[in-house]
């Protein structure tokens, strides 16, 4: 079977929601937070807690008002309309908050899709009306500091030997799960380190972009469940039984 997992903030949303969302309402100090993670000083745990200090006091209908102005790729449904009528299932993998990526996903009438991801708490300053962040972290990797919830543990628990992985990703999160996959759909940030660290992929732009590389290599049957263009990356398959 052909698993596909996917990124949220930057792949199916035009812009990175948590980064976007953190500086509303933090401040631009949360730029400096970003950098020291991504730099290794602090894990991603930290750098959440501490952008979620900044950010203080939270008008619930001010970050609603927020979270709803944020839009997706157009594409997508269209590319989950695919993908069902294939028989492909489809996972969204985040290292964001629950809060903001089931709103989305709710606003843009996309249900019946599993979601893991970090959990946006909040705690009540009044009523409902004013919250401070709260974060949790249910799928954090110990060993790991690169994300608070590992893509790659998703990945692997979700995926059985026979299955074909697929992973569709743009950011630093998604460095540690293109390793992993067979199939790598990449743009941005996750398309450079694929060309420095040797990974194959295929670069999109679009879920137009994935929906038209995936018919291409899934058009020849070579029996019920397997096409001949979807095949496992010898790469890949070591280090999956590596771990």
Same mark, same amino acid.
């Given at each position: 079977?052909?698993?596909? @997992?996917?990124?949220?903030?930057?792949?199916?949303?035009?812009?990175?929601?948590?980064?976007?969302? %953190?500086?509303?309402?933090?401040?631009?100090?949360?730029?400096?937070?970003?950098?020291?993670?991504?730099? &290794?000083?602090?894990?991603?745990?930290?750098? %959440?807690?501490?952008?979620?200090?900044?950010?203080?006091?939270?008008?619930?209908?001010?970050?609603?008002?927020? =979270?709803?102005?944020?839009?997706?790729?157009?594409?997508?449904?269209?590319?989950?309309?695919?993908?069902?009528?294939?028989? @492909?299932?489809?996972?969204?993998?985040?290292?964001?908050?629950?809060?903001?990526?089931?709103?989305?996903?709710?606003?843009?009438?996309?249900?019946? =899709?599993?979601?893991?991801?970090?959990?946006?708490?909040?705690?009540?300053?009044?009523?409902?009306?004013?919250?401070?962040?709260?974060?949790?972290?249910?799928?954090?990797?110990?060993?790991?500091?690169?994300?608070?919830?590992?893509?790659?543990?998703?990945?692997?628990?979700?995926?059985?030997?026979?299955?074909?992985?697929?992973? =569709?990703?743009?950011?630093?999160?998604?460095?540690?799960?293109?390793?992993?996959?067979?199939?790598? %759909?990449?743009?941005?940030?996750?398309?450079?380190?694929?060309?420095?660290?040797?990974?194959?992929?295929?670069?999109?732009?679009? @879920? =137009?972009?994935?929906?038209?590389?995936?018919?291409?290599?899934? &058009?020849?049957?070579?029996?019920?469940?397997?096409?001949?263009?979807?095949?496992?990356?010898?790469?890949?398959?070591?280090?999956?039984?590596?771990?």
């Amino acid at each position: 079977m052909v698993k596909i @997992f996917i990124d949220f903030d930057g792949t199916i949303t035009q812009q990175d929601v948590g980064d976007a969302m %953190f500086e509303r309402f933090g401040g631009i100090q949360c730029r400096d937070i970003i950098s020291q993670y991504r730099d &290794g000083l602090i894990s991603a745990v930290e750098c %959440f807690h501490r952008e979620s200090a900044l950010c203080g006091m939270v008008n619930r209908g001010e970050l609603d008002g927020f =979270i709803d102005s944020c839009e997706i790729d157009r594409t997508f449904v269209e590319f989950l309309s695919v993908c069902h009528q294939r028989n @492909f299932e489809c996972y969204i993998l985040s290292d964001g908050m629950d809060y903001y990526i089931k709103r989305i996903l709710a606003n843009n009438g996309i249900r019946d =899709i599993s979601c893991y991801s970090n959990i946006l708490g909040f705690d009540t300053v009044d009523g409902n009306h004013t919250v401070r962040f709260a974060p949790s972290f249910p799928y954090r990797d110990e060993v790991c500091e690169r994300c608070a919830s590992c893509k790659r543990n998703h990945m692997l628990t979700l995926s059985g030997d026979d299955d074909i992985i697929v992973y =569709i990703g743009e950011g630093y999160s998604d460095r540690c799960p293109a390793q992993y996959a067979d199939v790598v %759909f990449a743009k941005d940030e996750l398309l450079h380190y694929c060309r420095e660290g040797n990974i194959s992929f295929y670069e999109y732009r679009t @879920f =137009i972009d994935v929906i038209q590389r995936l018919e291409k290599m899934s &058009g020849i049957k070579q029996s019920r469940d397997k096409f001949v263009g979807l095949h496992k990356r010898r790469r890949a398959e070591l280090e999956r039984r590596g771990v």
